[in-house]
């Protein structure tokens, strides 16, 4: 969460000469990210983002605390000034009666008291840095709770007393269903185990820790008030915040866990703005309810241990000098340090490596050195073996044969997943329907791209991502593959093969096989030593697709080469024309004439139209030049064995 | 000695013929006229058994030289006709292009932003020893949260910020997830115990998110060093030298204090912002937009946590670690100014045709 505060409010409790920017730098290097100081009006305005660890630091005099430790370390002189905290005068009079029952597991401590005020505007001062640090100025009452809030750190609360329906209120845990409504006006149901306070008659009177309710609340007739700081369980905060949406500032703060101690500072300073601002006069004893006192703790470090995690010789005298400014009570005795964590630090600290970071921190990041880790033993490394390294390959490859590479969701709509639904992993908290379960293919997405870009008629795509296959009692396989779509006026099925063949021969892959899809569709499987390596599929006239096993093309793709020595001898070349029956294949006829003669080296189809197919061949020898003769009897025997085999004539 | 003055004539004009021939196929004609099967040299050579045998010797010889002559002055005259030729050609061929023509192109795609910086990526650290790894997207609580030393509670593993897979909890592993980062292979690698190790885990994560700098799927990229004697110092430097490489050598790098679960001490990673140069302010004195007072962060980094060491099986007194978490998306549209992190994963083609 991020908080706003002037530069005149910090140095109420921060003295020091330096500027705002000098401040803001030094915080943000060693503490906490201002993330911008502007300018506002005559002063300056930190807008500060503050950790989940560090709610100690959501406050004015909690960043003065801060800013006064860390300053010295950039030369700088700073003081950190406490707020005073006067005790209020006890009532004169008959004492307002007021009771509380708690209950521990919910509330850590509760500090109350009831105050007769005068509800007007709020003094320009309190307006002006509550509007500076984004909350908006009602009046004098709720302001004051904002106030108290933003300068000690814990959230407030305040009661119209004549509105509770009684004298008692009781801390409980909600039950389902019940429902409340808002000061904001809006009515809620709520989700059960959630922290609320109820009335004597058993009204739910407040939302404990993240909003007030509208029966209660403070309105302009207001006379007299019960001011209310609770320090909550925070998982309880969390749960019902989220579950709610109502993400107020204090129940940001109560979720992070604020420091029960600041529950009486936060009272005792509210009284003392009510008596001044309010006309406020306190009408009932102090009320002070403090189960869960937190332990004090500490925590030891040894000198070796800060210089090898930092990596610089800090002394033990220097890192207990930085701990004391930041509040923590510190012994040295030999080689090791020991500290006591303060009670606004006990939920960040403990352990000697929290330590370290703090003593690392305030003596500047900036101010380590910077070096490589030193070299360490040697392993091998064969790009073969990396999956990573054809995947660069691959996508390369297709980069330069005209495909443009996307990246989809892992997550697909029901519409677009492939297989039984009822068997899908399936997100339990998905954001949307269109991003419910973990895809079992690639190409459906693939086809919602070409599906958005339905301007164009020409397009290449390709994907190499995981899909994820449901195994029982375990995680899911997460398999890599490489899904390609090819659109074009005329496209067919040997425009996608051809870029697998080609994909595979440049992977030194030789075996791959294409059989008929047995099971609807046209197209192929790809099939790689006996396994399936996916599929090709034409969707269209003008479309096709293909999914492929990437896993397996890297595990058979090789960087080494089928070298064969050069002939001496040149080739002679020629073409054949072959009339052939319509359901005669390529690979039929090639097997036969290649079965000819060992002296065939090339064969390659050259062009097909009707029933013709036109190869080329090359026949060469080693041994040496090949005679008219020799060549003449090898044609002569493949037109033969195709004419007696597959009825094939050469075509005059 | 009819023949020889037939010989002697048929070369003179020959010669002379060839002298005047202008292209290759005049000559050709001419060779086949004169030299060719039925050429009229050749007729005369045939003649020659008819002469006397006393001067056959000096006739025959002096046809040899007729046939050289001819012979020569055709591929001298065959080889300049050719030239000119060429040289006609070339000139046409000169006039008729247009330099300032669009070529003829081969095909040429795309490679997405996320794979370019991927592979930039994995090349700067595999120069520095890193190893590339990947693993689960979809994990086990356990690895991603209980094991990186994540209470109970913490908001990350609510409903609200991590996306659960419906199925049945493991015994020991607990609920099926998305995994919301990649240090869960943090874990994984560590268990493997071959140290020491130098990681680079590149992986798809998911959070449950969508607004302009968020989006439900994107991509990190890890750095673990695990061995003895690592300290803050090994971690400034690593990311010095990414920094460095990756954006440029004039960008400066700072650290500052942060709050993981599973890193004690915990770092923010800035890097100085590329429009105003480090300065917070444009040239025109304008406050700089895209960074803050100069500075752009990049991602997260810290020592590991001796927690998370332990549940990894690794000795905390022997080993000490740090680990660097970064998107892909975030320093990929820094270093290319996109705006927009969700235009990233934009899937029409015109936006992705621009990579």
Same mark, same amino acid.
């Given at each position: 969460?991020?908080?706003?505060?002037?530069?005149?409010?910090?140095?109420?409790?921060?003295?020091?000469?330096a500027?705002?920017?000098k401040?803001?730098?030094?915080?943000?290097?060693?503490?906490?990210?201002?993330?911008?100081v502007e300018?506002?009006?005559?002063?300056?305005?930190?807008d500060?983002?503050i950790?989940?660890?560090r709610?100690?630091?959501?406050?004015?005099?909690?960043l003065?605390?801060?800013?006064?430790?860390?300053?010295?370390e950039?030369?700088?002189?700073a003081?950190?000034?406490?707020?005073k905290?006067?005790?209020?005068q006890?009532?004169s009079?008959q004492?307002?009666?007021l009771?509380?029952i708690?209950?521990?597991?919910?509330?850590?401590?509760?500090?109350?008291?009831v105050?007769?005020?005068?509800?007007?505007?709020s003094?320009?001062l309190?307006?002006d840095?509550?509007?500076?640090t984004?909350?908006?100025?009602?009046?004098?009452?709720?302001?004051i709770?904002?106030?108290?809030?933003?300068?000690?750190?814990?959230?407030?609360h305040?009661?119209?007393?004549?509105?509770?329906g009684?004298?008692?209120?009781?801390?409980?845990?909600?039950?389902?269903?019940?429902?409340?409504?808002?000061?904001?006006?809006?009515?809620?149901s709520?989700?059960?185990?959630?922290?609320?306070?109820?009335n004597?008659?058993?009204?739910?009177?407040d939302?404990?820790?993240?909003?007030?309710?509208?029966?209660?609340?403070?309105t302009?007739?207001?006379?007299?008030?019960?001011?209310?700081?609770?320090?909550n369980?925070?998982?309880?905060i969390?749960?019902?915040?989220?579950?709610?949406g109502?993400?107020t500032e204090?129940?940001?703060?109560?979720?992070?866990?604020i420091d029960?101690?600041?529950?009486?500072?936060?009272?005792?300073y509210?009284?003392?703005?009510?008596?001044?601002f309010?006309?406020?006069?306190?009408?009932?004893d102090?009320i002070?309810?403090?189960?869960?006192?937190?332990?004090?703790?500490t925590?030891s470090?040894?000198?070796?241990?800060?210089?090898?995690?930092i990596?610089?010789?800090?002394s033990?005298?220097e890192?207990?000098?930085?701990l004391r400014?930041?509040?923590f009570?510190?012994?040295?005795?030999g080689?090791?340090?020991?500290a006591?964590?303060?009670s606004?630090?006990?939920?960040?600290?403990?352990?000697?490596?929290?330590?370290?970071e703090?003593?690392?921190?305030?003596y500047?990041?900036?101010n380590?050195?910077?070096?490589?880790?030193?070299?360490?033993?040697?392993?091998?490394y064969?790009p073969?073996?990396s999956?990573f390294?054809?995947?660069?390959?691959?996508?390369?490859m297709?980069?330069?044969w005209?495909?443009?590479?996307?990246?989809?969701?892992?997550?697909?709509?029901?519409?677009i997943?492939?297989?039984?639904?009822?068997s899908?992993?399936?997100?339990?908290?998905?954001?949307?329907?269109?991003?419910a379960?973990?895809r079992?293919?690639?190409?459906?997405?693939?086809?919602a791209?070409m599906?958005e870009?339905?301007?164009?008629?020409?397009?290449r795509?390709f994907?190499?991502?995981n899909?994820?296959?449901?195994?029982?009692g375990?995680?899911?396989?997460?398999?890599?593959?490489?899904?390609?779509?090819?659109?074009?006026?005329?496209i067919?099925f040997?425009?996608?093969?051809?870029?697998?063949?080609?994909?595979?021969?440049?992977f030194g892959?030789?075996q791959?096989?294409?059989?008929?899809?047995?099971?609807?569709?046209?197209?192929?499987?790809?099939?790689?030593?006996?396994q399936?390596?996916?599929?090709i599929?034409?969707?269209?006239d003008?479309v096709?697709?293909f999914?492929?096993?990437f896993e397996?093309?890297?595990?058979?793709?090789?960087?080494r080469?089928a070298?064969?020595?050069?002939?001496?001898y040149p080739?002679?070349?020629?073409?054949?024309?072959l009339?052939?029956?319509?359901d005669?294949?390529?690979?039929?006829?090639?097997?036969?004439?290649?079965?000819q003669?060992?002296l065939?080296?090339?064969?390659?189809?050259?062009?097909?139209?009707?029933?013709t197919?036109t190869?080329?061949?090359?026949y060469?020898?080693?041994?040496k030049n090949?005679t008219?003769?020799?060549?003449t009897?090898?044609?002569?025997?493949?037109f033969?064995?195709?004419?007696s085999?597959?009825?094939i004539f050469?075509k005059? | 000695?009819?023949?020889?003055?037939e010989?002697?004539?048929?070369k003179n004009?020959?010669?002379?013929?060839?002298?005047?021939?202008?292209?290759?196929?005049?000559?050709?004609?001419?060779k086949?006229?004169?030299?060719?099967?039925?050429?009229?040299?050749?007729?005369?050579?045939?003649?020659l058994?008819?002469?006397?045998?006393n001067e056959?010797?000096?006739?025959?010889?002096l046809?040899?030289e007729?046939?050289?002559?001819?012979e020569?002055?055709?591929?001298?005259?065959?080889?300049?006709t050719?030239?000119?030729?060429?040289?006609?050609r070339l000139?046409?061929?000169?006039?008729q292009?247009?330099?300032?023509?669009?070529?003829?192109t *081969?095909p @040429?795609?795309?490679? !997405?932003p996320?794979?370019?910086? =991927?592979? %930039?990526?994995?090349?700067i650290?595999?120069? +520095?020893?890193f190893?590339?790894?990947?693993?689960?997207?979809?994990?086990?609580?356990w690895y991603?949260?209980?094991?990186?030393?994540?209470?109970?509670n913490?908001?990350?593993?609510?409903d609200?910020?991590?996306?659960?897979?419906?199925?049945?909890p493991h015994a020991?592993?607990? *609920?099926? @997830?998305?995994?919301? !980062?990649?240090?869960?292979?943090q =874990?994984? %690698?560590?268990?493997?115990a071959?140290?020491? +190790?130098r990681?680079?885990?590149i992986?798809?994560?998911?959070?449950?998110?969508?607004d302009?700098?968020?989006?439900?799927m994107?991509?990190?990229?890890?750095t673990?060093?695990v061995?003895?004697?690592?300290?803050?110092a090994d971690?400034?430097?690593?990311?010095?030298?990414?920094?460095?490489?990756y954006?440029?050598?004039?960008?400066?790098?700072?650290i500052r204090?942060y709050?993981?679960?599973?890193?004690e001490?915990?770092?923010?990673?800035d890097?100085?912002c590329?429009?105003?140069?480090?300065?917070g302010?444009l040239p025109?004195g304008?406050?700089?937009?895209?960074?803050?007072?100069?500075?752009?962060?990049?991602?997260?980094?810290?020592?590991?946590?001796?927690?998370?060491?332990?549940?990894?099986g690794v000795?905390?007194?022997k080993?000490?670690?740090?680990a660097?978490?970064?998107?892909?998306?975030?320093?990929?549209t820094?270093?290319?100014?996109?705006?927009?992190i969700?235009?990233?994963?934009?899937?029409r083609?015109?936006?992705?045709e621009?990579f």
């Amino acid at each position: 969460m991020n908080i706003q505060i002037l530069d005149s409010w910090l140095k109420e409790y921060l003295k020091t000469e330096a500027p705002a920017k000098k401040i803001a730098e030094a915080l943000s290097l060693t503490s906490v990210s201002v993330e911008r100081v502007e300018k506002w009006k005559n002063d300056h305005l930190y807008d500060i983002e503050i950790t989940t660890n560090r709610p100690d630091l959501a406050s004015v005099v909690g960043l003065a605390r801060e800013a006064g430790a860390v300053l010295a370390e950039f030369d700088i002189k700073a003081e950190f000034i406490p707020p005073k905290l006067p005790l209020p005068q006890k009532p004169s009079g008959q004492k307002v009666p007021l009771t509380i029952i708690n209950d521990s597991s919910l509330v850590n401590r509760i500090t109350a008291v009831v105050l007769d005020v005068s509800v007007r505007k709020s003094p320009a001062l309190i307006q002006d840095r509550l509007e500076a640090t984004g909350i908006r100025s009602l009046n004098n009452i709720i302001d004051i709770t904002n106030y108290v809030m933003r300068t000690i750190g814990h959230p407030t609360h305040v009661f119209d007393y004549d509105r509770l329906g009684g004298t008692s209120l009781k801390i409980r845990e909600s039950k389902r269903g019940e429902t409340i409504i808002t000061l904001d006006g809006k009515q809620h149901s709520l989700p059960g185990g959630d922290i609320v306070a109820e009335n004597e008659n058993d009204e739910i009177v407040d939302l404990i820790g993240i909003m007030g309710l509208a029966n209660s609340v403070v309105t302009d007739e207001t006379k007299r008030i019960v001011f209310f700081i609770d320090n909550n369980e925070p998982h309880h905060i969390r749960k019902t915040s989220m579950a709610l949406g109502i993400r107020t500032e204090a129940a940001q703060l109560n979720e992070k866990q604020i420091d029960p101690e600041l529950a009486l500072e936060a009272l005792l300073y509210g009284i003392s703005l009510y008596l001044e601002f309010a006309d406020g006069k306190v009408v009932s004893d102090i009320i002070d309810i403090y189960p869960n006192q937190p332990k004090t703790k500490t925590v030891s470090v040894s000198e070796k241990q800060v210089q090898a995690t930092i990596g610089a010789p800090v002394s033990l005298s220097e890192a207990a000098e930085i701990l004391r400014r930041l509040g923590f009570p510190v012994g040295v005795s030999g080689e090791v340090l020991r500290a006591e964590v303060p009670s606004f630090r006990s939920a960040d600290i403990g352990i000697p490596e929290d330590l370290i970071e703090e003593i690392a921190r305030v003596y500047g990041y900036h101010n380590i050195p910077s070096r490589l880790p030193q070299a360490t033993t040697l392993r091998a490394y064969n790009p073969e073996d990396s999956i990573f390294y054809w995947e660069k390959r691959a996508k390369e490859m297709l980069k330069y044969w005209g495909f443009t590479e996307v990246y989809t969701y892992s997550m697909v709509p029901e519409e677009i997943y492939e297989g039984r639904i009822e068997s899908a992993l399936a997100l339990a908290n998905p954001l949307s329907s269109d991003m419910a379960y973990m895809r079992r293919t690639l190409v459906p997405s693939l086809l919602a791209v070409m599906r958005e870009n339905k301007q164009r008629e020409d397009m290449r795509l390709f994907e190499i991502a995981n899909i994820y296959e449901k195994q029982t009692g375990d995680l899911p396989r997460h398999l890599l593959r490489l899904g390609g779509l090819m659109a074009a006026p005329q496209i067919n099925f040997q425009d996608g093969k051809g870029i697998i063949e080609q994909l595979a021969r440049d992977f030194g892959i030789r075996q791959l096989q294409f059989v008929p899809l047995s099971a609807g569709g046209i197209g192929a499987s790809v099939i790689l030593e006996e396994q399936n390596c996916g599929n090709i599929e034409v969707f269209s006239d003008s479309v096709l697709d293909f999914e492929l096993d990437f896993e397996l093309l890297a595990k058979h793709a090789t960087t080494r080469k089928a070298y064969q020595k050069v002939s001496k001898y040149p080739p002679i070349v020629e073409d054949i024309a072959l009339k052939v029956p319509e359901d005669t294949s390529y690979e039929a006829i090639v097997s036969v004439i290649q079965r000819q003669s060992p002296l065939i080296r090339h064969l390659s189809l050259l062009d097909r139209y009707g029933d013709t197919r036109t190869f080329h061949l090359e026949y060469q020898s080693d041994e040496k030049n090949l005679t008219t003769e020799e060549v003449t009897a090898i044609r002569e025997k493949i037109f033969q064995s195709l004419r007696s085999q597959l009825h094939i004539f050469p075509k005059k | 000695m009819e023949l020889e003055k037939e010989l002697l004539s048929l070369k003179n004009n020959a010669v002379s013929l060839i002298l005047d021939a202008k292209t290759p196929e005049e000559l050709e004609e001419l060779k086949l006229q004169f030299v060719g099967r039925s050429g009229s040299l050749t007729k005369l050579l045939k003649e020659l058994p008819k002469v006397p045998e006393n001067e056959r010797r000096e006739i025959g010889q002096l046809a040899n030289e007729v046939k050289t002559v001819i012979e020569e002055a055709l591929e001298r005259a065959l080889e300049q006709t050719t030239k000119h030729r060429q040289a006609e050609r070339l000139l046409t061929l000169k006039q008729q292009i247009d330099v300032t023509e669009p070529g003829n192109t *081969p095909p @040429l795609g795309h490679l !997405h932003p996320v794979t370019e910086a =991927i592979e %930039e990526i994995t090349e700067i650290f595999s120069h +520095i020893g890193f190893t590339r790894v990947r693993y689960p997207e979809i994990e086990w609580d356990w690895y991603a949260f209980e094991a990186l030393n994540f209470p109970k509670n913490h908001p990350a593993r609510d409903d609200w910020e991590t996306f659960f897979i419906r199925e049945a909890p493991h015994a020991t592993y607990g *609920p099926m @997830l998305l995994t919301p !980062h990649t240090s869960s292979g943090q =874990i994984r %690698e560590m268990l493997k115990a071959e140290m020491p +190790i130098r990681m680079l885990n590149i992986a798809k994560t998911y959070r449950r998110q969508s607004d302009v700098s968020h989006v439900a799927m994107f991509h990190q990229f890890e750095t673990l060093v695990v061995d003895e004697k690592i300290s803050i110092a090994d971690l400034k430097g690593t990311l010095d030298y990414f920094v460095k490489s990756y954006f440029g050598a004039d960008r400066k790098t700072r650290i500052r204090p942060y709050h993981f679960q599973f890193t004690e001490p915990s770092f923010e990673v800035d890097i100085t912002c590329g429009a105003c140069l480090g300065k917070g302010r444009l040239p025109d004195g304008q406050e700089c937009k895209l960074c803050k007072e100069g500075w752009l962060e990049l991602g997260g980094a810290g020592m590991v946590h001796p927690n998370v060491l332990k549940n990894s099986g690794v000795d905390p007194d022997k080993y000490s670690g740090f680990a660097s978490g970064f998107g892909v998306e975030r320093v990929a549209t820094v270093k290319n100014g996109l705006e927009d992190i969700r235009d990233i994963y934009s899937t029409r083609l015109s936006f992705l045709e621009q990579f």
